[in-house]
């Protein structure tokens, strides 16, 4: 999936399982919070969900953040001026410079790439709660 912050285009790659599975683990205090921002149109409401992702990040734990952040930046790719994609981040390392603004919405865009699949993976909240009342019953 592609998306632009600033006239930079960028895409989001696919983490591994486990990657995605630590990441929404890290995100569980917040991801009711995250909600309303998945319908949001991304180049059209940057402020809105740069402001959104800003006050998901705030409830977190430093060490959730950077965890969460480290791999979001793994899993995203810079357009290169000449053509052709380079990895944001490397062996650690993060190969251009990237503001506090472009890393929330670089990690907003990632996430969401990656973890939409989840949500609609998982059985509805009725259907479970018909469930337990069928095993308690």
């Known amino acids: 999936m592609e998306f632009s912050i600033k006239d930079v285009r960028y895409r989001a790659s696919v983490m591994d399982a486990f990657t995605q599975l630590h990441v929404v ?30 006050d ?49 919405l670089i990690a907003f865009h990632v996430i969401r790439h990656n973890l939409s699949g989840f949500f609609a993976d998982l059985p509805s909240l009725s259907g479970l709660e018909g469930l337990m009342s069928k095993l308690n019953g």
């Open 25 to 54: 683990r890290r995100l569980a205090p917040v991801l009711g919070t995250m909600a309303p921002l998945v319908g949001k149109d991304a180049e059209r409401d940057q402020d809105v969900l740069l402001k959104g992702v800003a």
């Open 56 to 104: 998901c990040v705030a409830g977190l734990k430093d060490e959730d953040v950077e965890y969460i952040l480290n791999a979001c930046l793994d899993a995203a790719e810079r357009r290169n001026q000449g053509g052709g994609w380079a990895p944001v981040r490397k062996d650690g390392a993060t190969m251009f410079p990237v503001g506090p603004a472009a890393l929330l």
